[in-house]
């Protein structure tokens, strides 16, 4: 009787224990299948695959969660839905794509009168962005992060009016990078996904962390 | 069939006009002649990717250590002191991210979703602890599960709630693991993760529901121990039955047990087996007849709950994102004034083709059906699974952990007054 139980046991033991390595066998075979480029090197042995920018090389690693700015319709639950008050998701600066406009489509409410930088003409609810003199004709716009929250209002009137150079993204400094982001499942436009921690910026205007980096 | 075609050529019009207005370099770049210096675009780093491998280093040692302090030095200190580390590392630290339950999402978007390639962070999550509890007892739970831990703390007055109640109650995990990886497989949502009950505290940064849902299991496991374990846990489910199985587990007497009785009220999850001593004991007839009516009865039960489930997969499927977009294409609200709600606007600017939005909602209720059947029907396994347990008793003579329930937190060893021979 006794032995007939361990046997049964063993039996089980040995079923799940060989289920959960062919599961496992599936999952890591599909990702080293998957990461191999169409010269055929396995991406876990090349050597280059930290600089690489095929698709395939991003598989095998670890991912964070990002918003691409050309989906994103500012509709605004970015700032409401982060697990993380205020939002993780801030306005980020392209400053090569500025125009540096006295007229900033992000700064002003488009029905102002005057260009001041009075609050009640500013577009974002918190005053986060700074306005700073450079030169006739041109100023500067810079997001203070500790204000922003997020809420795309600036985002909405630059890509509007503007050069679309002001964009929401991810700041992975303040990202706790939930398993399942909840902004992600609320997002209208599909515009959030999993990126590969080593390019974990989507931004416009600006190739690639790496190129930035020069 | 015009109607539609004026519509499908309205939408395509409008798709074309709100298209994206990226890369549109209205005002030109500018040519600063004071030296002004652009800045740079901050781009600040996620945590290095070294840390992952940490967290995994983490997991397995104390997996050896806790089931070394259970098994071999059956010493409840120590699995105290290293829930508190796991509380503290996996809690606080990592603020609950990475963490087996939520792994098995992970895991079924994988096997069903090719292009979603899991992190291996993420698969060692999940198989490990089972491996371990496939040898060890449910050693995870005891002291590396940062929401165990957390509500051991708190177990300060445990009521027993009587082997019905529990066997009942502990019928809600199977629904919740099985709705899991029904939403996970969908790619539809992680609801562990979005129901997590700690993960706000650990961050210290709940939004009030989470923290109303906190509040409330906290306070109830001070009189129900481990509520959140026995009777929400959809990977206490999986340790379970691996339990069962286990190779070794942790026993409350080092050698024999002499009836004494000393630990029958030592376990506050009500996981020690009472020894059952029949009266009368049941002839081969009665016997025979139970197993025929059980042997007949779950098919039943499978087949009743699948076609439940595939009548409620409308319902089930709602939450998708996918089918919701459809539902909101196919009847726009009826007040003209009415702003479009979001998910159109993003439709429109994504200058997708309405059948194809269509398409993907019909495949999505697919999906959902056959889930639901699926879903169905191991519901109904698992009610014939209690039926059967509840109608058949185990004869056995002393008292056991049940290999099952057992966190193997080592509390009852030190109520045994027979010490190592
Ligand atoms: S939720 Fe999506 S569409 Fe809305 S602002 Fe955020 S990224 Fe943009
Ligand atoms: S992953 Fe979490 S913390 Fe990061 S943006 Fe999404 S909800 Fe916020
Ligand atoms: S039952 Fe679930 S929540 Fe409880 S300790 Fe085990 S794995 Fe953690
Ligand atoms: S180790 Fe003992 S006290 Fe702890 S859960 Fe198991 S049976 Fe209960």
Known sequence: MQNRRDFLNLLCRGTLLTGLAAASGVLVYRSVKGGQCKLGTSCNNCQKSDSCNLPEADLFRQTVWQLDPKKCIQCGRCAENCVMTPSAVKATHVYAMCGYCDLCGGYLKPDTKTISTAAENQLCPTSAIKRKFVEDPFYQYTIDEALCIGCAKCVKGCSAFGNGSLQLQVRHDRCKNCNQCSIARNCPSEAFSRVPANKPYLLQGIESKDENRG | ?421
Not at chain 2, 121 to 146: K, M, W
């Open chain 2, 1 to 421: 069939m015009k109607k539609a075609l004026a519509l499908v050529l309205l939408v395509f019009l409008f798709a074309v006009q709100v298209m994206n207005s990226y890369g549109i370099q209205r005002f030109p770049k500018p040519e600063f002649e004071s030296g002004y210096v652009q800045p740079e675009t901050l781009m600040p780093d996620p945590r290095a990717e070294v840390l992952a491998i940490m967290d995994i280093a983490v997991l397995l040692v104390s997996l050896s250590v806790v089931s070394w302090l259970v098994l071999k030095k059956r010493s409840r200190n120590g699995v105290f002191w290293m829930s508190l580390f796991s509380l503290a590392y996996f809690g606080f630290y990592r603020e609950g991210c990475v963490c087996a339950i939520g792994s098995i999402q992970n895991v079924t978007l994988a096997l069903f979703d090719t292009s979603y390639i899991i992190p291996l962070s993420a698969l060692i999550f999940f198989v490990t602890p089972l491996v371990y509890t496939l040898f060890f007892g449910r050693t995870f739970c005891a002291g590396v599960c940062p929401f165990g831990a957390m509500q051991d703390l708190v177990a300060f007055r445990p009521q027993k709630l009587g082997s019905k109640l529990n066997a009942v109650l502990g019928v809600i995990p199977y629904l919740y693991l099985g709705l899991a990886v029904l939403y996970a497989a969908t790619g539809t949502d992680f609801i562990i993760c979005r129901y997590d009950p700690f993960v706000g505290i650990w961050r210290l940064n709940a939004s009030f529901g989470m923290f109303v849902f906190a509040g409330i299991l906290l306070i109830l496991g001070i009189f129900i121990a481990r509520p959140y374990c026995r009777f929400l846990c959809p990977y206490g489910v999986l340790l379970n039955w691996s339990s069962r199985f286990s190779r070794r587990h942790l026993t409350i007497t080092p050698s024999d047990c002499i009836q004494c009785r000393l630990c029958e009220n030592s376990c506050p999850y009500d996981a020690i087996d009472i020894p059952v001593t029949v009266k009368n004991p049941e002839d081969k007839r009665t016997m025979a007849r139970k197993l025929i009516f059980i042997i007949i009865l779950i098919p039943v039960l499978i087949f009743a709950g699948g076609w439940t489930g595939s009548r409620l997969y409308e319902s089930l499927a709602g939450v998708n994102a996918k089918v919701q977009l459809a539902k909101q294409i196919v009847s726009p609200p009826k007040d003209s004034n009415q702003p479009e709600t979001f998910e159109i606007q993003a439709f429109k600017s994504s200058g997708k083709q309405q059948s194809l939005a269509f398409a993907e909602a019909s495949a999505m209720l697919g999906k959902f059906y056959l889930g639901g059947w699926l879903l169905g029907g191991f519901m109904g396994l698992v009610f014939g699974g209690l039926i059967a347990g509840l109608m058949i008793t185990k004869h056995h003579t002393d008292y056991i952990p049940n290999k099952g329930t057992c966190f193997s937190c080592a509390r009852c060893i030190d109520y045994c007054p027979v010490k190592m021979p």
